[in-house]
C-alpha cells in the first residue's frame, strides 16, 4: 500500500517502526499484560496501543509529511 500510495503522491503513515520501538524487542509473553500493544491473540489493540497508534497519527499529520493530508482536510481541497 506504502508503494500504491507514493506513486501517486499520497502520503502514509506506517506504525510498523512505532510498535516495534514501544516492543523494545520483548514478546508478549515476557511481559506484563499492562504494557501489552495489542490483546492476546485478539488482533485489537489495548489501550496502551490506542495511545501509541493515535500518537504516531498526530505527530505524522502535523509533521512535514503528513501536513498535507491534514491541509486539504481542512480546506476541502484534493492532495493534488
Known sequence: ???IAGTHGIPVVTMT???RRAA???R???TDPEDH???HGKG???ARGHLLAATTV?????GSAGRPVLESAVTGQSLR
Do not use: K, N
Open 37 to 39: 500493544l495489542y490483546f
Open 28 to 30: 508478549a509473553t515476557d
Open 44 to 46: 485489537h489493540l489495548t
Open 1 to 3: 500500500l506504502v508503494e
Open 17 to 19: 517502526e512505532e510498535f
Open 58 to 62: 498526530h505527530r505524522f499529520l502535523t
Open 24 to 26: 523494545g524487542g520483548r
